[in-house]
């Protein structure tokens, strides 16, 4: 029987979600290590890649059928 081409988006969504939480991680992390408020440009990096979490995690949800596609 053929993979439903729904789990193969499902697999890439999740990888992708998987390197943007790590990539957001490690910059908390770092920011977490100075002893200064992290600059502008981290926290709107921070901020970016939380948007771009979210943004995968709709696809995901689209995917299992949790939520109508837009």
Known sequence: MPADPND???LKLKTLRNR???E??????????INALPSD???QKIASLEVAIGAVE???DEEAGERPAK
């Open 24 to 33: 957001q991680r490690d910059l908390i992390s770092i920011a977490a290590e």
């Open 20 to 22: 943007l939480l790590t």
């Open 8 to 10: 193969f988006m499902t």
């Open 58 to 60: 709709s696809m995901l």
């Open 41 to 43: 440009k981290t926290i």
